[in-house]
C-alpha cells in the first residue's frame, strides 16, 4: 500500500479564478474552448465496425442485427460528442482514436457491461468531459458574452418595466374607517 505524497485527483480542482498567482503550476496558460463547441461535421469514424467485427466470428455466433444496432449508436454519440467544446482540444491534439474508443466503451456500457461503463468513465475524465477533468487539462468554456448580452436584450424588450415588489402591493382598509 503506498504511503504519503500526491494522489491523481486529491484534493481540490484548481480553480483558474484564484486569486493567488505565483504559483509554479499557475505559470502555464489555460485554453479556452468556444463555448459553442466545434464547428463542422465530426470526423471520419476510425475504427472497425461492429459489422466488420461480426464476419470474424462463426457463422453460428454472429448477431448481424446487434452488430447494426452498435454501428448506428456508435455514430450518434461520435456526430454528438464532436459537437461539443472540448471537441476542439481533440481535434487540435489528434485524440480521434481517444474519443472513439471512448464512445465504443461507452456504447457498451449502455447495453450493461459494467466493465467497460467503468473504462467509459475512465476516459471521460481523460478527454475532460466533466468539469473537474477540464480543470485538470486546464481548459475554460469561453464566456459566450454575445449571447448573454443578447439574451439580456431580449429580457429587456420582453417587458419595458418589470414590476416592483412595492408595485404590487396594495392599500387594503382595516375596516375601522379611520
Same mark, same amino acid.
Do not use: C
Given at each position: 500500500?503506498?504511503?504519503?505524497?500526491?494522489? @491523481?485527483?486529491? =484534493?481540490?480542482?484548481?480553480?483558474?479564478?484564484?486569486?493567488?498567482?505565483?504559483?509554479?503550476?499557475?505559470?502555464?496558460?489555460?485554453?479556452?474552448?468556444? *463555448?459553442?463547441?466545434?464547428?463542422?461535421?465530426?470526423? =471520419?469514424?476510425?475504427?472497425?465496425?461492429? !459489422?466488420?467485427?461480426?464476419?470474424?466470428?462463426? @457463422?453460428?455466433?454472429?448477431?448481424?442485427?446487434?452488430?447494426?444496432? %452498435?454501428?448506428? !449508436?456508435? /455514430?450518434?454519440?461520435?456526430?454528438?460528442?464532436?459537437?461539443?467544446?472540448?471537441?476542439?482540444?481533440?481535434? !487540435?491534439?489528434?485524440? !480521434?482514436?481517444?474519443?472513439?474508443?471512448?464512445?465504443? /466503451?461507452? @456504447?457498451?456500457?449502455?447495453?450493461?457491461? %459494467?466493465?467497460?461503463?467503468?473504462?467509459?468513465?475512465?476516459?471521460?475524465?481523460?478527454?475532460? %468531459?466533466?468539469?473537474?477533468?477540464?480543470?485538470?487539462?486546464?481548459?475554460?468554456?469561453?464566456?459566450?458574452?454575445?449571447?448573454?448580452?443578447?439574451?439580456?436584450? *431580449?429580457?429587456?424588450?420582453?417587458?419595458?418595466?418589470?414590476? *416592483?415588489?412595492?408595485?404590487?402591493? *396594495?392599500?387594503?382598509?382595516?375596516?375601522?374607517?379611520?
Amino acid at each position: 500500500m503506498p504511503r504519503g505524497g500526491a494522489r @491523481v485527483n486529491s =484534493g481540490p480542482a484548481r480553480d483558474p479564478n484564484a486569486l493567488r498567482r505565483e504559483r509554479k503550476d499557475d505559470q502555464q496558460q489555460w485554453t479556452l474552448l468556444p *463555448s459553442k463547441g466545434r464547428p463542422g461535421n465530426a470526423p =471520419g469514424w476510425p475504427l472497425e465496425k461492429w !459489422r466488420e467485427l461480426e464476419k470474424a466470428r462463426p @457463422v453460428e455466433e454472429r448477431n448481424d442485427a446487434g452488430a447494426r444496432t %452498435l454501428d448506428k !449508436r456508435e /455514430l450518434e454519440i461520435w456526430r454528438e460528442i464532436w459537437k461539443t467544446p472540448q471537441a476542439t482540444a481533440w481535434d !487540435r491534439l489528434g485524440w !480521434r482514436h481517444d474519443v472513439a474508443l471512448y464512445v465504443r /466503451l461507452l @456504447v457498451q456500457g449502455e447495453r450493461g457491461n %459494467l466493465k467497460a461503463a467503468g473504462e467509459a468513465r475512465q476516459w471521460s475524465d481523460r478527454l475532460g %468531459l466533466n468539469q473537474t477533468a477540464m480543470l485538470r487539462n486546464r481548459w475554460k468554456i469561453a464566456a459566450d458574452e454575445l449571447g448573454a448580452r443578447r439574451e439580456e436584450n *431580449s429580457k429587456q424588450t420582453a417587458g419595458a418595466r418589470r414590476p *416592483s415588489s412595492r408595485d404590487r402591493f *396594495s392599500v387594503v382598509p382595516d375596516g375601522t374607517g379611520g
